[in-house]
């Protein structure tokens, strides 16, 4: 499963589940290295279009922060755009966008990934820009007071005042007692503000390293050429042998539900359903993707169908899957219609996932089903960035990039009866978390 943990804006959000269609896939080819110093090259070649995509995935997200200085990881996203020693500060947008690139990043509770899309005859100034990054970022007081307001800011306006903007938040620190799962990337602002420089400076030094990085390059390019830019411009970075933190705990199966009314500033009750998923390289990940998309992914699913067209009990359903590394959430959002109670609508999305449970799928559905995920992964592969991020993902997260010419079969394993079986097994009410989100006003009455 290859989906990003973008999750800020419940209303905004909608996932779907991925699969590879056996006629359309055409296998990805690439060629690997490994640098001295521990980072690992991919490269993929496409001379389809004269352009490259350069990122840098780090294998580093919220679960490896310290407790008491939770936020770190997203905060890097923005601080390591300040510039470097040979960039000046607020240019390193400057000089990617003035060749007519586009860049971003995002973070996860895994990862933080880095990526630039660029004409292929400016790639040597990508890398180069990458390595600058990775060796000499602009870590001083200045940059990081600045991005302490950005990221201030982008709380205000992403999660305390948006609209149901906070499911996140709320949902992780209930479906986690245990895991660092429970404290999501945004982090908390009092500890961004108690750290030191110091504190900055030795996560940049433990984390954005070659030997916790993975450094893929798509696109029209030369293998030999970009071989030879990567040698020069990363090989000089040194190893870290700073430890890096790898959480080893498991969050413990719930035998009781959790139930909580959270009071936000909305029109709609909503419902929020969360139920904790397995390591993302389970087995039962596909048959778990599979569910998430026929139960509520996208305006053709089973809860979509029922409650927002033909019961009119919802105005929208989503599936909001998180895919996380050490076991994710299946999550279930309902924003109840004009007139219909919160209990209305929880009681009748638990019957179209009971009914599931008991009676699975159509041969009808599930045909339905295969074509649609498959339509997913084939468009998210369809683009050199799209492969970039699915090689780098596949060399972190299976240990093994071929990966991403591995999903067919395991998708093609996926039967009625897993689907069938999953739901049984990962859906119980017993573990879950239920969330009645519900207008600030209802909590005078």
Not at 416 to 432: C, F, G, H, M, P
């Amino acid at each position: 499963m290859k989906k990003k943990y973008i999750f800020a804006v419940a209303m905004s959000v909608s996932l779907t589940g991925t699969a590879l269609n056996s006629l359309a896939q055409t296998a990805v080819k690439f060629k690997e290295f490994q640098l001295d110093n521990g980072l690992d090259v991919i490269m993929h070649q496409d001379k389809s279009t004269p352009i490259a995509s350069v990122s840098v995935f780090y294998h580093v997200g919220a679960k490896n922060e310290n407790p008491e200085r939770t936020g770190f990881a997203h905060f890097f996203e923005h601080l390591l755009f300040e510039g470097s020693e040979n960039i000046g500060r607020g240019e390193y947008m400057k000089k990617i966008q003035s060749i007519g690139g586009t860049l971003n990043a995002f973070t996860s509770s895994d990862q933080t990934y880095y990526y630039e899309v660029v004409p292929s005859n400016y790639l040597e100034t990508a890398l180069y820009m990458e390595s600058e990054r990775m060796l000499h970022a602009k870590i001083d007081s200045i940059g990081v007071e600045t991005q302490r307001e950005v990221v201030k800011e982008e709380k205000r306006q992403r999660y305390d005042n948006q609209p149901y903007g906070t499911i996140l938040l709320e949902v992780l620190k209930r479906a986690y007692q245990v895991h660092p799962y429970k404290s999501a990337p945004i982090g908390s602002m009092d500890h961004l503000n108690a750290a030191s420089l110091g504190e900055f400076m030795d996560f940049y030094k433990t984390y954005y390293v070659p030997n916790n990085a993975v450094l893929t390059i798509a696109g029209d390019i030369d293998y030999d050429q970009t071989e030879k830019w990567v040698r020069q411009y990363f090989s000089e970075i040194p190893r870290s042998t700073k430890q890096i933190n790898r959480p080893q705990v498991s969050e413990p199966k719930r035998t009781a539900e959790i139930r909580d009314v959270i009071y936000d500033n909305i029109q709609l009750p909503a419902v929020v359903e969360a139920y904790n998923m397995p390591k993302k390289d389970h087995p039962d990940s596909y048959a778990l993707d599979m569910l998430s998309t026929y139960l509520a992914g996208g305006k053709s699913s089973l809860l979509t169908k029922q409650l927002v067209d033909n019961q009119q009990k919802a105005v929208a359903i989503q599936a909001l899957p998180l895919d996380l590394e050490d076991g994710g959430l299946f999550i279930f959002f309902g924003l109840a219609n004009m007139g219909v109670s919160i209990d209305s609508l929880e009681i009748a999305m638990d019957e179209l996932v009971e009914k599931v449970k008991a009676e699975g799928i159509t041969e009808q559905d599930f045909a339905k089903l295969q074509a649609q995920v498959e339509n997913a992964v084939v468009n998210r592969n369809a683009s050199v960035a799209g492969i970039a991020q699915s090689l780098a993902e596949a060399k972190v997260y299976f240990g093994d990039a071929n990966e991403v010419n591995q999903e067919l079969g395991k998708y093609n394993k996926v039967t009625k009866e897993d689907i069938k079986r999953v739901a049984n097994e990962y859906l119980d009410k017993n573990s879950r978390v239920v969330l009645h989100y519900l207008p600030k006003a209802a909590e005078k009455n």
